[in-house]
């Protein structure tokens, strides 16, 4: 059996492997089990590697550029009151969930800074009225905190 790499081009940001864009050499099983499948990566060719190009523009527009940018975003968001209205029951459960593409635009709309959905980690869908609390990685040494106040609308 072989063991030879298999070269890769990552569209998605993969734990402990690189950021969309990159160019990874991994264990052929792993891409072709795993990656590739999932939409995680790509296989690399001479033209999938114009595509890298566009992938790491279009990351570079959506970036926090650098760890004071972050902090400074991190300061901004601790600071922000982000509301979102759903229907709610009588008691308080959701007709439906708030997942992070919702929390995104409210943080927008309260004036804080444009996040990345994906950067947004909500454990459990948010299927309650209340105060909650999730956590935004906005750089690799910078995660931040939003409070969210769902309310019954």
Known sequence: MSRTPVK??????VSGLGTPGD???VAAGYGRNYLIPRGYAIRWTRGAEKEV???KRA???REIRTREDAQAAAGQLGRLKVRIKRRAGENGRL???VGPADIAAA?????GPELDRRRIEVPDPIK???SHTVKVRLHPEVSA???IEVQAG
């Open 8 to 13: 890769l081009i990552l569209t998605h940001e």
């Open 23 to 25: 160019i990874v050499d």
């Open 53 to 55: 190009d566009l992938i």
């Open 59 to 61: 990351r570079a527009v």
């Open 95 to 97: 007709f439906g969930s």
């Open 107 to 111: 943080v927008k709309d309260s004036g």
């Open 128 to 130: 309650t009225t209340g």
């Open 145 to 147: 905190s939003v409070n």
